[in-house]
């Protein structure tokens, strides 16, 4: 299982927004450089559960171990400083500021920071487009923007939800490639993905949240002894 | 003598059409810089600072402590007046208007409303309504033959110092890397501080900046004016109307709408007096019919 490899826990992890209870303790665990998804129903829970990682959601309850310690009580301002780095599902691209102002608009916090020039390389779109403001942007642009925005801070893990929704098929397969190659470098990434064929490129390993319940976790290697049953909780 | 003439209105020599325009420059100098800061201060807080008239005028007894009590003249109170006007702000978002973010803007109106109601009241109760007078700096008490008209130094000092000022601040948001913290922050807040940027400590200077525009101005306006407890609300409402007309939160539409506003305001004067009191808010509601989000706003 190699806990030692364990770089977040989730433990009974409950969370409200306002008085609607809508976590009921989620716990599962991410291990150093793998890929781990989280599926499940639309509303299932899947993307208030990054947002409770994060706090985002600020009424939880529940552990959130980050190499061992609790950062359920760090302020959000100091969460990208643990190497935390969110690419949300709205992608939050600011239109006021330019595709550039968009990219340096994070600090930098991590030692493995892409820089300026490499991100341009992999995102030549982005590079045409920098002085572009950014809802000038296609969607899929705009993902991309939102991804190359975290790698330039050097987050070390990266929260990832929906990067796939509403995008053509020749884009998801870009962020595909892209994706695949953090991995290679060793991010660790947790992903959130409805395109359930998306996600099976990528997964190391998938949790299955429910009703805001964990209900199932298992390797991407079980995954086809799994399907039956996914099908049957999940609709697939 | 040229004259200049609106067919059915009006005709005036030229001179003092001119005359009028600067004075409308003048007034568009303070409507550019007061809204200027309520709109910086919208944009990020989401507060309608109805204290800013008051901080205005906070600003102009500053400068009329700092002379009357240690002796700091014009020029020292131009830079000290500001500082303290938007230290006091800064307090005063940390042991108030921090309590209502996130409620309905109704309750940060009523807030600095009735914070302004209270300056005022406890600065009528130990100076009265009268006024007191507050000198020109020597330097800029001549005035100036432009050939077309007059211009007294220190009314073209106001109307360039709020240039500068207003252009340094669009600058400021526009071009620089705080800039761009509060204008993303201004669109989403949480977002940016999950990146790791102080937003809390951000919507205290902004509102700490604002209020220390408000201060400028009224340093400026101490030795055109007089310095009164009632001169901030009188003057706070047709900013409003200036900063509605804009666009709320737009900084080039508080700046330029301030001008244009003002100039307008000036040459209604002119031509048609009596509706000259009344134009600015005239303009706002047509704004407001054909552009609710005002002429440089973006519908939310």
Known sequence: ?236 | MTNVCIPFLHCMPLTALYGQLLIGLINGSFYALLSLGLAVIFGMLRIVNFAHGALYMLGAFASWWLLASLGIGYWGALVISPILVGAFAIVTERLLLRRIYGLDQLYGLLLTFGFALMIEGALHYFYGSSGLPYPQPKAMQRALNLGFMILPMYRGWVVLASVVVCFGTWLLIERTKVGAYLRAATENASLVECFGINVPLLMTLTYGFGAALAGFAGVLAAPIYQVSPLMGSNLIIVVFAVVVAGGMGSILGAIVTGYVLGLLEGLTKIFYPEASNIVVFVVMAIVLLFRPAGLFGRSQ
């Open chain 1, 1 to 236: 299982m190699g806990g030692d490899r364990r770089l977040i826990e989730i433990n009974g992890l409950n969370a409200w927004y306002g008085e609607s209870h809508v976590l009921h303790g989620v716990s599962f665990d991410v291990r150093q450089g793998e890929t781990l998804t989280l599926i499940g129903r639309n509303g299932a829970g899947k993307t208030t559960t990054l947002r409770a990682i994060l706090g985002l959601v600020r009424k939880r309850e529940g552990e959130i171990l980050l190499r061992g310690q609790d950062i359920k009580n760090v302020p959000l301002r100091r969460i990208a400083r643990l190497g935390l780095g969110y690419v949300p599902e709205e992608r939050g691209i600011f239109s006021d500021l330019s595709v550039e102002e968009n990219l340096m608009l994070p600090p930098v916090m991590g030692s493995g920071a892409m820089s300026v020039k490499e991100i341009y390389s992999l995102f030549p779109n982005l590079a045409e487009r920098r002085s572009n403001s950014g809802s000038k942007l296609s969607g899929g642009e705009q993902q991309m923007l939102a991804i190359a925005r975290i790698l330039r801070t050097g987050a070390s893990i990266i929260l990832l939800d929906e990067p796939t929704e509403g995008l053509a098929p020749v884009i998801v397969e870009r962020i595909g490639d892209v994706l695949r190659l953090l991995k290679e470098r060793g991010l660790t990434i947790i992903l959130v993905e409805q395109n359930f064929h998306f996600a099976q490129a990528l997964a190391d390993r998938y949790v299955v949240i429910e009703s805001g319940e964990t209900i199932d976790r298992f390797e991407a290697a079980d995954l086809e002894a799994r399907m039956a049953r996914l099908s049957e909780q999940l609709g697939l």
